[in-house]
């Protein structure tokens, strides 16, 4: 059966975009006087009139001529006891908003196209990553690819390091049939162009060759003399920057797409509570009905091997709380995203306002994970002052990793034994608590 002729009545004067707008939904007659509008004959949807035109007495004359008929009042002040059957919406307001988002649109299709001219003669391109690629990263690689109309020939995304043991990032790889390379530094120079997304040049230290682009979302650290830079703080993942580059591109996202997208802003931004914007909120609602949920589920409860829960018991043996700080440290362990979680579990006990875990990876590097409430001093920063100068550190307000070389480690403390990186920890953060509350007053 075919659907009802939408009609609409406007009585007054209008912006001649919102007529424009009803007119793609159906009829539009636009009248500018009462007496034109009860003059009218048929039913009418709704009817919309101008703020100017309005009083209680229209109210009552249109609701006895068009009975059962909504009534819309644009851009007036809600009465305290409204008329019934009568809805005030500020559309102006609506409009400038609109426009604003298609002018924000228009601009990042811009920076889209500027982007492509960068990649766009490469034979084959590197979308590298950090080590150990999160789901924001590697989300992230996949809208790039996607972005400029490449496939898994064309443009490799791979990360140098060792191989992934996260068992969510892993869940996600296997079951997103996500094709994620293992480099070495000597892989680099395989390629024509180099695509850095969710993390920054300086980050590699001098093994990388020019880098075409780079798209991230956390503090600028060091140089970057990428030809095309898109680096937004104030965005809680680089997921969110992708997202709205793909809209604005008008870029069909796929099932699959869409649920790598979801699953990296949900979990960079701790399903929205942390560190999340209105850009975040807006991306994710976009794509949340896109996604495959029963493949988000599955993903998100992956499975831990039962000989790792032995390493959560250690490190909760060794434990100690001081000035608002828990610590944790689990010694040497074989998998790395360990440390993360126990930072993450550490952030929940009772009056604690910052988490630390650290442990020791392959006896080579100290990998430190900060997390804190969200409302003291920023954790990325905090990081960055305390271990920037001997290691790769930074983070964001609420969430920080520093890694350190057990070499440098050892130069700093005398020994690399457990005593001394506990002691070392405990004081370097100790001081940075005490001179944020001296800060604070």
């Not at 003669?121 to 490449?150: E, Q």
């Not at 796929?254 to 209105?278: H, Q, W």
């Not at 100790?430 to 944020?436: D, I, K, L, M, N």
Request: charged letters at 25%; glycine letters at 6%.
């Amino acid at each position: 059966m075919q659907d009802e002729l939408k009609r609409y009545l406007f009585i007054g004067d209008f912006d001649s975009l919102l007529h424009g707008l009803f007119s793609k939904r159906g009829e539009v007659i636009w009248v500018s006087s009462m007496e034109e509008a009860l003059n009218q004959t048929g039913h009418f949807t709704i009817i919309l009139v101008d703020k100017n035109y309005f009083s209680s007495n229209v109210s009552k004359e249109i609701n006895v001529h068009y009975p059962n008929t909504p009534i819309i009042v644009s851009d007036y002040e809600k009465p305290a006891e409204p008329p019934p059957s009568v809805r005030f919406v500020p559309f102006n307001e609506i409009l400038l908003s609109e426009i604003s988002r298609e002018e924000k649109l228009a601009r990042t299709e811009l920076r889209v196209e500027e982007l492509r001219r960068v990649h766009c003669d490469a034979k084959k391109m590197l979308i590298l990553l950090h080590y150990n690629p999160d789901p924001d990263a590697i989300a992230s690689a996949l809208a790039l690819r996607a972005l400029l109309k490449r496939n898994r020939q064309t443009a490799i995304i791979g990360h140098l390091g060792e191989q992934i043991s996260r068992p969510e990032n892993v869940a996600m790889i296997e079951l997103l049939d996500i094709d994620l390379e293992e480099l070495d530094n000597s892989d680099i120079k395989d390629f024509d162009s180099i695509a850095l997304v969710d993390v920054q040049p300086s980050y590699f230290g001098d093994i990388l060759p020019e880098v075409g682009s780079v798209i991230d979302h956390h503090p600028q650290v060091g140089p970057n003399k990428s030809k095309f830079s898109e680096i937004r703080t104030e965005e809680g993942a680089t997921s969110t920057i992708l997202t709205g580059f793909l809209r604005a591109a008008q870029v069909e996202i796929s099932e699959r797409l869409a649920t790598s997208l979801v699953y990296g802003i949900k979990t960079d931004t701790v399903s929205l509570n942390r560190d999340a914007n209105p850009d975040d909120v807006e991306a994710f609602t976009f794509l949340y009905p896109q996604a495959n949920l029963g493949l988000l589920r599955r993903i998100e409860r992956a499975e831990i091997p039962p000989s790792e829960l032995k390493c959560f018991g250690q490190a909760l043996a060794d434990h100690w709380i001081s000035n608002g700080i828990i610590f944790v440290n689990l010694g040497r362990v074989k998998r790395e995203y360990l440390i993360p979680k126990m930072a993450d579990f550490g952030i929940q006990v009772k009056g604690v306002d910052w988490s630390v875990a650290f442990g020791v990876i392959n006896n080579s590097y100290l990998i430190i994970s900060v997390r804190n409430v969200g409302y003291k001093k920023s954790a990325g920063r905090v990081v960055r002052d305390l271990f920037g100068e001997v290691g790769s550190a930074g983070g964001h307000r609420s969430a920080a990793k520093a890694v350190i070389s057990l070499s440098k480690v050892r130069k700093i403390v005398g020994k690399g034994s457990q005593e001394h990186i506990k002691k070392w920890v405990t004081k370097r953060f100790g001081s940075a608590v005490v001179e944020e509350a001296e800060e604070l007053g």
